[in-house]
């Protein structure tokens, strides 16, 4: 383990470099180019050994992994907002067809208006693709999530894509001490598929079509592989804590602190509420796993606490709530409010929060609050 | 109609040219090949899961990034050091208008492909809708032919000169009537290190409205009259693969259904144009120009 201080988006190509994918595809939008263009200053010192293909748009970024890994190597690409919604279609496919590719979404509002800055509905809007989705709090966490991710999508039993998600520019921009790991051959093994590859020695049909029956069976497979890599999600988590000597909860959520009232959230704005959970005496919960969504465990940590309020950036259009709020309340049947923040960047400082976290208890059950 | 690469059992119809010019070009290509197919009537006559009609490996993701997709592959093959053939096929919609950008971007990028595009002038998949490549005059479903508007307005659009446009070593036409010249094409292509470019013309009767028993005539006819040229660009020098005898327009439209409605003025426009778009053609071979340098 070697501590540096480096930028998030740093610290994830590091991290990068060493799970050595074959096949990078590559398309600058903000805030996740600094991930490429530090990949690119690798591959042009000699140190990265993956071919990165510099695509035409993030749809082609997509197709290009989709066609690498179906041929049955490791890949990988980064991307935002935009272009995450450009990449949709083929996000479907890659999830159906079982491709282990793993991508980190540095988290950015969708247009329009037009914004740059960070929320969550990029990767949100993504949650029904198929794709195992992870949060994290910190750049050191995500750069621990990339390791995890390709141990989870490359495992036997899950064999799913994964997408890593991080605050734009909190994260991506902002420097941190961090242990980037010097070897991490042993962890996460090369990559030699058994389902899908393409080998003129023994040839593959990749992507068929298929009628009502085969199609309703095949989706109703896929919802099961998602939903069974919740455990393998947890023993990588454990795994990697053994060796790397850092823990995040129990891998699907991080529970902090002590009291009757549980606030719910993830990312970054999660370390200002571990803070307020220590000042104020309730509790924080943090989804790391946001899909599979680790239901058993939240309602266990729901279990006979007074309120429940979850703090997210994005929304569900047309439910009144943000799209993790609709997934608390499906695990409560207690008092849960909403507070909708952040969008487009909007800052959350810790006062705007302590303020919000003051109002919980006056609130209805069910209502929202939008954080200006 | 079976084969080592595509075999029977297929759904495709009676008398369909792209299948015939797919079954060539994976022929002449051998089995040390990996296709990358684009959405389209060739992948849904050939792949109902859970059966397959290819004998090679084969890979369907979209309609419009076979190219892309295919870049990843071709990528991925020389990283587990391989050098295989690897080939994106696709219609004329999926390669000419919703695919072009994927197809523009491999070709900028150079990548060690064979791209091909089956044009039968329509999405035919979906019912006979017009594209970039249907002809002026022709009718579609979206382009009906009524008491004011006789069929497309546009003239096609040219694949094989945008593919120039990115200073690729290999573009070539070829028709489905003059396999010989096809095949002879692809071999040279796959010889080719980088991107290569094949635009073939592959009738389509259900979609053009033709007995099926003519495909073939139709793909020869075509080349007759001029209206599909044959040649190649090889390192950018232009070499015309057959001179035309320039046979009527009329014996080319006639038994179409799409071109029913077509009337002597139009042929008239259409027929100027072949011949002016062939003494440019001629100029451009006679010359030599390099049309990979062409900036």
């Known amino acids: 383990m070697v501590k540096k201080i480096a930028e998030g988006s740093h610290a994830v190509a590091e991290v990068v470099r060493l799970l050595n994918p074959d096949v990078l595809a590559m398309y600058p939008i903000t805030p996740s180019t600094h991930i490429p263009e530090r990949l690119s200053d690798f591959e042009s010192d000699g140190e990265l050994d993956g071919t990165i293909i510099r695509v035409d748009s993030e749809f082609s970024a997509m197709s290009a992994l989709v066609g690498a890994s179906a041929t049955g190597v490791r890949t990988y690409t980064a991307t935002s907002s935009q272009g995450l919604a450009l990449m949709h279609e083929v996000l479907f496919v890659a999830s159906a067809m079982r491709l282990p590719i793993v991508i980190t979404v540095v988290n950015r509002a969708l247009s329009a208006p037009l914004n740059i800055f960070n929320d969550w509905q990029d990767s949100i809007s993504e949650r029904d693709s198929g794709w195992i989705q992870m949060y994290g709090e910190d750049s050191q966490e995500v750069a621990d999530l990339m390791v995890q991710a390709y141990r989870i999508a490359e495992d036997k039993r899950v064999l799913l894509p994964v997408m890593v998600c991080m605050d734009g520019f909190f994260l991506s921009h902002t420097y941190d001490v961090i242990d980037v790991p010097e070897d991490l051959k042993g962890f996460v093994p090369p990559y030699k598929p058994e389902h899908a590859y393409l080998d003129p020695k023994r040839p593959q049909t990749q992507g068929a079509w298929a009628m009502q029956e085969p199609y309703f069976e095949l989706r109703k497979e896929l919802e099961e592989a998602v939903g069974a890599a919740l455990p393998v999600i947890k023993e990588v988590h454990d795994e990697f804590a053994k060796v790397f000597g850092r823990s995040y909860g129990g891998g699907a959520i991080d529970v902090y602190g002590e009291g009757d009232t549980v606030v719910v959230s993830m990312g970054s704005v999660c370390t200002n509420l571990k803070v307020l959970a220590d000042r104020l005496g309730f509790q924080v919960v943090r989804v790391r796993c946001y899909r599979p969504f680790p239901a058993e465990d939240v309602k266990k940590a729901l279990e006979g606490k007074k309120a429940v309020a979850v703090f997210e950036k994005d929304v569900a259009y047309g439910t009144g709530h943000g799209a993790l709020y609709n997934d608390v309340r499906a695990c409560t049947t207690g008092k849960a409010v909403n507070f909708i923040v952040g969008l487009g960047g909007l800052d959350v400082p810790i006062n705007a929060l302590e303020k919000m976290c003051g109002e919980i208890d006056a609130m209805n059950d069910g209502e929202t609050r939008w954080q200006r | 109609m079976s084969s080592e690469v595509i075999s029977s059992g297929h759904s495709a119809c009676a008398g369909c040219g792209e299948i015939i010019g797919?079954?060539?070009?994976?022929?002449?290509?051998?089995?040390?090949?990996?296709?990358?197919?684009?959405?389209?009537?060739?992948?849904?006559?050939?792949?109902?899961?859970?059966?397959?009609?290819?004998?090679?490996?084969?890979?369907?993701?979209?309609?419009?990034?076979?190219?892309?997709?295919?870049?990843?592959?071709?990528?991925?093959?020389?990283?587990?050091?391989?050098?295989?053939?690897?080939?994106?096929?696709?219609?004329?919609?999926?390669?000419?208008?919703?695919?072009?950008?994927?197809?523009?971007?491999?070709?900028?990028?150079?990548?060690?492909?064979?791209?091909?595009?089956?044009?039968?002038?329509?999405?035919?998949?979906?019912?006979?809708?017009r594209s970039s490549g249907t002809p002026k005059y022709a009718a579609t479903t979206t382009t009906p032919a009524g008491s004011v508007v006789p069929g497309k307005r546009e003239w096609k659009k040219s694949i094989s000169r945008i593919a120039i446009a990115h200073g690729i070593p290999y573009v070539a036409t070829a028709s489905i009537g003059f396999p010989e010249d096809l095949v002879a094409k692809v071999k040279k292509a796959q010889g080719i290190k980088g991107p290569k470019l094949l635009h073939i013309y592959t009738p389509c009767p259900v979609g053009w409205g033709y007995d099926s028993s003519k495909t073939v005539y139709y793909a020869k006819k075509i080349v007759e009259t001029g209206l599909w040229p044959l040649y190649e660009i090889e390192n950018g020098k232009l070499t015309i693969s057959q001179r035309p005898t320039f046979a009527p327009l009329e014996e080319y439209f006639t038994g179409q259904k799409r071109y029913k409605h077509i009337k002597p003025e139009h042929i008239k426009e259409v027929s100027e144009r072949v011949k002016a778009g062939w003494k440019e053609l001629e100029k451009q071979e006679k010359a030599g120009v390099d049309l990979m340098l062409l900036p």
């Open chain 2, 22 to 129: 797919e079954r060539m070009v994976l022929e002449a290509l051998g089995k040390d090949v990996i296709v990358c197919q684009a959405t389209g009537c060739m992948e849904i006559t050939t792949t109902p899961y859970p059966r397959t009609a290819f004998k090679v490996p084969w890979l369907h993701v979209t309609f419009e990034n076979a190219a892309s997709a295919a870049s990843g592959i071709v990528e991925a093959d020389r990283k587990l050091g391989r050098n295989t053939t690897v080939v994106a096929i696709g219609g004329d919609g999926g390669m000419m208008d919703i695919g072009v950008r994927a197809l523009s971007g491999v070709m900028e990028r150079g990548h060690d492909l064979m791209l091909v595009v089956t044009d039968n002038e329509a999405y035919m998949n979906t019912g006979i809708q």
